[in-house]
């Protein structure tokens, strides 16, 4: 594997899928995106794209009302309307089974989730009904036109009034609004709070989010009742979990369902999922005989499509005043919504499992309770339970840095695990396959002029100005990973086939919608075979073509699809090496695969690839046992999750009159082991480093008390525009993965999982002078002016005492800083 | 997102269009339809007819007439943006038009359509304002003017009739004096949540003259005739002092992003940075 060097924004000269004459590998090249000629040109087919005859189209009628009985629907104006062929309610689809959850916990209180709401609604947007018409404008009309009777019911949207002396639930049947609650506790926690100089306290608030893919959902079923198949196209990042689920949905044979994942816009976790909509488009196609189309529009993608986040995060941080960290005691209250979707009560439990993030805390306690509400469901959005770890952890530290006066680069070096202890055992039970944070975090500093940077925010302060400079450190949970740890399997497949004219098929599990796996699994099959990315076509998303594979996220598809490619096609090429030695008259062993060649060591003979492949095919000499064909499957099970890791820094100014804040500089050292594309791998951390950010200045999905969305729209949702944002300065280390053969580790949601925490220090780190400790997300300016406003109200404490030698040395950096104040 | 049925006309004159448009209860002009269109597709605007103007020749064009720009309906705002006619002899609607919306929005929106939506977070109301500019409206009984402080009396209400359509938009040539365009974009929507439009006249050191539009504060964009006031006749550095009479007796508007207060700070912190950069501008 190629150990890449610097990402940067230059361009390889031969990078552009042409090969040079020389040896060198594929991987670790910039080769642009083989999908992207056909997306750019909008000659590739989303599911909306796709046109069947006498198609018919649906929509759905939608709750108003985030808590209300629902009574009599009438849906004769409706099916007045011209052109609408049918309308159906929660008894007509009842044969339909559940929206399906795939968390299994003792306490989990799972509630009954139809795909049509029966007595009750209990979130704006909840479906209640379908119409189904020969176009789209007739359904829509007709939908206007069923009315349904409501009585409103009070609405629960605060976690801690949902949870205190109320007497109205979510779900009446369990008495209660708590879904579950969830401990994670190791190490001796009262010694380390015991022993703390300082216990450092904060709450933290982690927005609930919207993923906002830019293609929305969308389903199409065509059911054949001669062949007895029923297909779906569907615009998923899991088409086998997706198929199995429809089948039970609707007690088909699964052989007789085929689920197609055509082009698909983007997930980030929000097509990680089964919909209501999956089950009910099928059905639709079954009992009125005609194919059925159905697309999300925009609104219903912000009320009915998974959220992210939402939690309430009280933390607690046992300090040694010397810097060192004793323990870690959190309190999370996690918003799941109203009803479970597939992974809901996992998601929390991720961030469990990744709040010891890269340090060395030899105590923690976590509790964290699942509380229903009438919202739309929480569920998988990118970094799905890490980034809300990571943001505990990053920001809990930060305050910390700034409460001991301990410069808070210093103070995460101070208590990284050094890279010799590696597998490193956390207090949370992971074992952490690889890092090196201090080269990590040093590199980043580097890169930043952190120096420079601290003595300007210092200098800046004589004259007004408000200079944050930000640091976080991250380690995430990628691979998704061992099996014994996922609900639905952790493995990976991969058919790869060498057709009788040397061209390859790869068909693997993955489930790509965005992330270039049509590239990089071609780059890493081509050096194995020794032929070009270009004779490797990789399909996927198809249930009917490849093997039962789990599908893309968790930044999984490389670290564990690519390795059960690169595996089944080590079995390709003992194959070939056994054929090639029959017909070269050598041995196997002694057979090397050259580039488009295979040569009999020392004998010199040798025979080009493409004969030996139609020797394969042909089988007139092939070896006695010798079974014709090139063909190869692996499902590979991982060992371990990896734990790609790296430092960000931001440097910002912060308006003290309007609370303003400018995003001046950001560097990112990222390492996710060896790169197959170092294009790709900037890609993703440049996307996903703009979504952290958005998080923290700009995202926020309101309900208000009414259980509306607020910020439903996107006039009024705010995503991340590029003309938001500086160029980033991306770099990376590269500290393989023992994991998987190829040292793989994953890098869809690194970005996201640093930024967001990124830009919250460095924001309060501008304005710490000041005694502002903390700012909730998103940093409006409105909310930074309110902060500056009472800070400047308030009066101030003195300079906490600084002992130890440490503590000692961060002061005579901080000498000139004005004095600080918790607040 | 699916509007419900509607009727089109595109008439080639304005007379045509005039007469359709009086011709239906519930009929609508169709300019750029940046604003229009997305309210039909929520189904939040149903008109019934759509008298779409985009066809009439001669509503797009940017001339010099004695002391005056004359902007007709139909121009676009990247043409606004982009003149240089405007940019030399009143840039103050070019500065506005540069900060509308993204590209697309600029490339198809035009000047009377978002005069006639006004929108309270529209950028081209604090600018007209400030210029004392004229809005021309056609109607059947022939063609009026306009005063731009005239113009806007509530959340997407103006003083234009229902059968009237704006023809032209006439800014006064501003060469001598000193014009600044300020705006805190909403990160979602791109309106301004505070606009702040400065047309200053400063002869040594002392302000002759000045005038303030701003739009997003409140229901409608309004003329800060208490910061004017307070300038006229003072020395620059009476701008501080001045500013903070921005929003002052202003009912502001407040949502999720901005609340009332904010906005009101923010409109002072933003008039005041405004006429600093005017006064220096016009110092050179």
């Known amino acids: ?823 | 997102m699916i509007p419900v049925n509607f009727d089109y006309e595109s008439p080639s004159t304005l007379a045509e269009a005039l007469k359709l448009l009086a011709s239906r209860e519930d009929a609508k002009v169709l300019a750029g339809g940046h604003s229009l269109l997305p309210a039909m597709k929520l189904r939040l605007a149903q008109p019934a007819l759509l008298v779409d103007i985009g066809r009439i020749a001669g509503l797009s064009y940017i001339r010099e007439s004695n002391d005056q720009i004359l902007v007709g309906a139909m121009t676009t705002h990247a043409d606004i943006a982009s003149s240089k006619l405007l940019q030399r002899s009143s840039p103050l609607l070019s500065q506005a038009a540069t900060q509308i919306g993204d590209t697309q929005v600029r490339n198809r929106g035009t000047i009377g359509g978002s005069l006639a939506q006004a929108h309270p977070g529209a950028d081209y109301p604090a600018a007209v304002l400030a210029l004392d500019a004229q809005i021309i409206a056609a109607g059947p009984s022939g063609e009026r003017v306009i005063a731009a402080t005239a113009f806007f009396v509530g959340m997407f209400t103006t003083a234009l009739r229902p059968d009237e359509i704006i023809t032209e938009v006439r800014v006064p040539k501003t060469e001598n004096e000193s014009v600044v365009y300020k705006k805190h974009h909403h990160p979602a929507s791109g309106y301004a949540v505070v606009g702040v439009a400065v047309r200053l006249k400063v002869s040594g050191g002392k302000i002759e003259s000045a005038a303030l539009g701003l739009s997003g504060v409140s229901q409608n964009a309004y003329r800060a005739t208490a910061v004017e006031k307070a300038l006229r006749g003072k020395p620059v550095a009476a701008i501080r002092e001045a500013a903070a009479h921005a929003a002052e007796n202003i009912e502001a508007l407040g949502d999720y992003y901005a609340s009332a207060e904010y906005r009101k700070h923010l409109a002072t912190v933003m008039t005041r940075r405004a006429l600093e950069q005017a006064a220096s501008g016009a110092a050179k």
């Not at chain 1, 924004?9 to 990078?15: A, T, V």
């Not at chain 1, 569907?234 to 089948?247: A, F, G, M, W, Y």
């Not at chain 1, 890493?524 to 399909?539: E, S, T």
């Not at chain 1, 999750?641 to 440097?651: D, E, L, Q, R, V």
Request: some cysteine; hydrophobic content about 40%; glycine content about 8%.
């Open chain 1, 1 to 823: 594997m190629a150990q890449n060097g610097k990402p940067t924004s230059k361009s390889n000269g031969k990078s552009n899928g042409t090969r040079n004459g020389d040896a060198a590998p594929w991987v670790g090249r910039k080769l642009k995106r083989k999908e992207d000629p056909r997306l750019i040109q909008g000659i590739s087919h989303y599911t909306d794209d796709l046109k069947l005859p006498r198609m018919l189209h649906c929509v759905l009628v939608r709750s108003p009302y985030a808590h209300a009985e629902v009574g009599a629907i009438r849906t004769d104006a409706a099916r007045a309307v011209h052109g609408v062929v049918g309308v159906f309610t929660a008894e007509d689809v009842s044969s339909i089974g559940m929206v399906p959850c795939a968390i299994q916990m003792p306490d989990l209180k799972v509630p009954k989730h139809p795909v049509l709401a029966t007595e009750r609604v209990r979130y704006v947007g909840e479906p209640v009904a379908v119409v189904v018409a020969e176009d789209l404008y007739a359904a829509r009309d007709a939908a206007e036109l069923v009315e349904v009777d409501y009585e409103p019911l009070h609405v629960i949207t605060n976690m801690e009034k949902a949870l205190g002396n109320e007497t109205s639930y979510v779900h009446e049947e369990f008495r209660s609004n708590k879904a579950f609650t969830h401990a994670l506790k190791n190490g001796d926690i009262a010694a380390a709070f015991k022993k703390a100089d300082r216990v450092v306290k904060q709450r933290m608030i982690n927005q609930r989010l919207a993923p906002i893919a830019m293609e929305t959902r969308a389903v199409l079923a065509e059911y054949l009742p001669g062949e007895k198949r029923l297909t779906v196209w569907n615009s998923t990042q899991i088409p086998h979990l997706l198929r199995t689920q429809i089948s039970v949905m609707l007690g088909l044979p699964e052989t007789a369902v085929r689920v197609i994942a055509p082009e698909v816009g983007g997930g980030f976790g929000s097509k990680l999922n089964v919909y209501a909509e999956d089950g009910i488009v099928p059905w639709l196609a079954m009992k009125l005989g005609r194919p059925v189309r159905w697309s999300e529009t925009r609104r219903e993608n912000f009320a009915s499509t998974i959220h992210g986040r939402d939690t309430i995060n009280d933390v607690e941080l046992a300090v040694k005043k010397d810097g060192t960290v004793l323990g870690l005691r959190v309190r999370i209250l996690a918003d799941l919504g109203a009803y479970h979707q597939l992974l809901t009560p996992l998601i929390p439990q991720l961030t469990a499992l990744m709040l010891a993030g890269c340090y060395k805390f030899p105590a923690i306690d976590i509790e964290i309770q699942g509380v229903f509400t009438n919202k739309m469901s929480t569920d998988a959005y990118r970094g799905a339970g890490r980034p809300e770890a990571t943001y505990i952890v990053e920001r809990i530290m930060d305050i910390a840095a700034h409460e001991l006066n301990i410069d808070s680069a210093e103070f995460r070096l101070k208590n990284f695990p050094q890279s010799k202890e590696f597998p490193f055992n956390t207090v949370t039970g992971l074992t952490y396959d690889s890092a090196k944070y201090q080269e990590s975090l040093k590199k980043a500093l580097q890169l930043a002029g952190y120096d420079a940077l601290r003595r300007r925010q210092k200098n800046g302060l004589k004259q007004g100005k408000y200079y944050g400079v930000g640091v976080s450190t991250y380690v995430e949970i990628c691979a998704i990973g061992p099996s014994a740890a996922t609900p639905a399997g952790g493995w990976e497949s991969a058919t790869v086939r060498i057709e009788p004219t040397g061209k390859v098929t790869l068909l693997t599990g993955a489930s790509p919608h965005g992330q270039g796996e049509e590239t990089t699994f071609a780059q890493l099959i081509a050096d194995q075979l020794g032929i070009d990315p270009d004779d490797v076509n990789v399909v996927h998303g198809d249930t009917l073509a490849v093997p039962y594979g789990i599908g893309t996220f968790g930044s999984r598809a490389t670290a564990v699809g690519g390795t059960a490619a690169y595996l089944a096609t080590q079995k390709l090429k003992a194959k070939l090496a056994t054929l090639a030695a029959h017909l070269l008259g050598a041995k196997p062993g002694d057979i090397t695969i050259g580039r488009r060649v295979l040569t009999a060591k020392g004998s010199k003979k040798s025979i080009p690839f493409r004969e030996v492949v139609m020797a394969a095919y042909t089988a007139r000499s092939i070896p006695a046992g010798f079974e014709p064909g090139l063909e190869a499957t692996h499902f590979f099970e991982p060992s371990n999750f990896t734990f790609p890791f790296g430092a960000h820094i931001a440097s910002v100014e912060v308006d003290p009159e309007t609370g303003e804040v400018k995003l001046e500089k950001y560097v990112a050292v990222d390492d996710c082991g060896n790169v197959l594309n170092p294009l790709l791998v900037d890609g993703q951390i440049q996307g996903g480093i703009a979504q952290g950010i958005g998080q923290a200045m700009w995202e926020e999905l309101i309900y208000n008390e009414e259980g509306q969305l607020v910020t439903g729209t996107l006039m009024d949702y705010a995503l991340p525009k590029a003309h938001f944002l500086p160029n980033f300065t991306l770099d990376r280390t590269v500290t393989p993965s023992p994991v998987n053969p190829m040292g793989v580790k994953g890098v869809g949601e690194a970005g996201t999982i640093a930024s967001t925490p990124c830009m919250v220090n460095a924001v309060c780190d501008a304005l710490a002078s000041l005694g502002i400790r903390h700012i909730e997300m998103p940093l409006k300016p409105e909310r930074v002016w309110q902060a500056i406003s009472h800070a400047q109200a308030a009066p101030r404490e003195p300079e906490p005492l600084l002992v130890g030698a440490l503590a000692a040395s961060a002061a005579r950096k901080n000498a000139q800083k004005p004095a600080r104040r918790r607040t």
